[in-house]
């Protein structure tokens, strides 16, 4: 089973950046996509960004053009790149893997424990 270990949320100031990193770990038979959500008070969980295991990205309209998201397939990590952020982006980030835990099952979700992040005015 894969447990994912996130780091990077914390305080910024409007305008400012910051890069959200999440580390898998376990045994898993193949990767399907990786994806960083986010659930701001009061909200539902929405997807923020995604790659899958060919390396297209999509991101959510509200991101594009500020956030990147990256893959690093030999230390089994996920980064969200987050610019020009605004209080808008305010919320409890969440980073995702969709994949397979053996041959011949089914796809599986992994969640992280969350990261804060809090953007001040």
């Known amino acids: 089973q894969v447990q994912l270990v996130e780091s990077g949320g914390g305080l910024v100031q409007s305008g400012g950046s910051l890069t959200l990193s999440c580390a898998a770990r376990?045994?898993?038979?193949?990767?399907?996509?990786m994806a960083w959500y986010r659930q701001a008070p009061g909200k539902q969980r929405e997807l923020v960004a995604r790659?899958?295991?060919?390396?297209?990205?999509n991101y959510s309209d509200s991101v594009k053009g500020r956030f990147t998201i990256s893959r690093d397939r030999n230390r089994n990590t996920v980064s969200l790149q987050m610019n020009r952020l605004d209080s808008e982006d305010t919320a409890i980030y969440y980073c995702?893997?969709?994949?397979?835990?053996?041959?011949?099952?089914?796809?599986?979700?992994?969640w992280g424990q969350g990261t804060q992040v809090t953007v001040s005015a």
């Open positions: 995702n893997w969709n994949y397979k835990p053996s041959a011949g099952t089914g796809l599986s979700d992994a």
């Open positions: 376990g045994r898993f038979f193949n990767l399907n996509a």
């Open positions: 790659i899958d295991r060919d390396g297209i990205t």
